[in-house]
């Protein structure tokens, strides 16, 4: 289950440059290390969040391999949409 590029995706990749990248990964190292407190708890979080994903993936492969697929994407989908609306939505809102 791979994902398809669009063919103005490709066109967008050529567009970042090595330097751009690199800057970005500099200036979030520098944000976290004026963070280092929110940046610990966030790490905390991200592996716990791993940890329940681990879950979610052990009890999707209960199902039979023909609706595996099916049950992934969905959950996939929902996971997608919940940080869409925690994280990008209510900052929105409170914003607004």
Do not use: Y
């Not at 990749?13 to 500099?26: I, K, N, R, Y």
């Not at 979080?45 to 329940?52: A, G, L």
């Not at 996939?76 to 900052?91: A, F, P, Q, R, V």
């Amino acid at each position: 289950m791979s994902a398809k590029k669009r063919p103005d995706e490709k066109a967008q990749d050529q567009q970042v440059s090595p330097g751009l990248v690199t800057a970005m990964f500099d200036r979030v190292r520098l944000i976290k290390r004026k963070h280092p407190d929110t940046s610990r708890r966030i790490d905390t979080h991200e592996s716990e969040i791993r940890e329940k994903l681990m879950q979610i993936k052990d009890a999707i492969d209960e199902f039979p391999a023909m609706e595996k697929e099916l049950i992934t994407v969905l959950v996939i989908n929902g996971i997608h949409k919940m940080c869409d609306e925690i994280l990008i939505d209510s900052d929105e809102e409170s914003e607004g």
